[in-house]
């Protein structure tokens, strides 16, 4: 049974940290490049971050560019989100997904083969 689940969410004041957590179980972790989405009430989901099987490629959105840092361990199937620097506007649910992928690419193209249920970030002004 595939899995992926988000924690680490939580409030934070504006300027602090958190580290978010997606444990993945049920299939090969290192075959895919693995994401982190959010999507803030009323909005729609948006691209965060990507990195590629191996963590040798990640990319970013601009909005988070320089305070938000996506990293993988693949001997323990869980991919991280670093959140430095937050702000208000990063209120969200983040999610993680996976998608099937060549070596050192990102496939960001490509529909995501699994989803997590999500992890609440809530930041206060």
């Known amino acids: 049974q595939v899995q992926l689940v988000e924690s680490g969410g939580g409030l934070v004041q504006a300027g602090g940290s958190l580290r978010l957590s997606c444990a993945a179980s049920?299939?090969?972790?290192?075959?895919?490049?693995m994401s982190w989405y959010r999507q803030a009430p009323g909005k729609e989901r948006e691209l965060v971050a990507v990195?590629?099987?191996?963590?040798?490629?990640?990319n970013y959105e601009e909005f988070v560019k320089g305070r938000f840092t996506i990293s993988r361990d693949n001997a323990k199937n869980t991919v991280y989100l670093q959140m430095n620097s937050l702000k208000p506007e990063d209120t969200a649910a983040y999610y993680c997904?996976?998608?099937?992928?060549?070596?050192?690419?990102?496939?960001?193209?490509?529909?995501?083969?699994?989803w997590g249920q999500g992890t609440q970030v809530t930041v206060s002004a």
């Open positions: 997904n996976a998608r099937s992928c060549s070596l050192g690419s990102l496939c960001v193209w490509k529909t995501p083969d699994y």
């Open positions: 049920g299939f090969t972790f290192s075959d895919y490049a």
């Open positions: 990195i590629s099987r191996l963590g040798g490629s990640t």
